[in-house]
């Protein structure tokens, strides 16, 4: 199955700063890569879309000039958080939808934001 | 997607077999049942999914009964490490679309 690779792991930032998220397909490209978000003893939550060389779509309630979406490439999507607030602080992860046969979608391994 | 249903948690003795339940009463003609699992802190891991059939891989069995309104997730000998939050999800398999996560089952492996 396809690799996602997510870094960093985890992060802790001031508030008011930006911190940036990669996602990396390895194993094959991705048109499309989505981001979720996790609060603690919450489930997932879809917050964007993520299309190569072109705007992300957002999910309803996620503002879209403070978690700006890069996907420059076919391999690589970044999340930024900026001005980011302790109300930011959560699990972030990307995932890569299956291609072909391969119909399941892979996740990577998340990122742990903490802001204070 | 249609919503499904699971228990909040289960609890199962390493060695056994967990059986996780699932009920998707309004799933449509052509929306399969994903499986996927959470350990903490980590992201989702893919474990299995199906149409109609029942379906088997290294990981676990997938039962769905013949009306399709429910599913059970069979892991055939529970480990420690199978200790994890499970989420039962429909969806159909057109194009790109996402996948919508419930709160699933949690699931304690104990000695």
């Known amino acids: 199955g396809a690799v996602v690779s997510q870094h960093p792991s985890w992060v802790i930032c001031k508030s008011g700063t930006s911190v940036k998220i990669e996602c990396r397909s390895l194993?094959?490209?991705?048109?499309?890569m989505f981001w979720y978000r996790q609060f603690p003893k919450q489930s997932l939550m879809l917050m964007a879309t993520?299309?190569?060389?072109?705007?992300?779509?957002?999910e309803q309630g996620v503002e879209k000039d403070k978690f700006l979406i890069n996907h420059a490439s076919l391999t690589l999507s970044t999340l930024t958080v900026t001005s980011a607030h302790p109300e930011d602080s959560s699990f972030y992860i990307c995932?890569?939808?299956?291609?072909?046969?391969?119909?399941?979608?892979?996740f990577g391994q998340g990122t742990r934001l903490t802001v204070v | 997607d249609a919503k499904t249903t699971q228990p909040t948690s289960m609890d199962c003795a390493e060695g056994r077999a967990a059986n996780l339940p699932c009920n998707h009463s309004?799933?449509?003609?052509?929306?399969?049942v994903y499986w996927y699992r959470q350990i903490h802190s980590q992201g989702p891991q893919y474990i299995i999914h199906?149409?109609?059939n029942n379906e088997t891989n290294e990981m676990a069995s997938l039962i769905i009964t013949e009306d399709r309104k429910s599913s059970t997730l069979i892991l055939p000998h529970a480990t420690l490490r199978d200790t994890a939050v499970y989420y039962c999800?429909?969806?159909?398999?057109?194009?790109?679309?996402?996948?919508?996560f419930g709160k699933g089952t949690m699931l304690l492996v104990s000695p």
């Open positions: 199906g149409l109609k």
């Open positions: 309004t799933i449509s003609g052509n929306e399969y």
């Open positions: 999800i429909v969806r159909s398999n057109s194009g790109y679309s996402t996948l919508t």
């Open positions: 993520s299309n190569e060389g072109s705007k992300a779509t957002y």
């Open positions: 995932s890569v939808p299956g291609q072909g046969k391969a119909t399941e979608a892979f």
């Open positions: 194993d094959f490209q991705a048109t499309t």
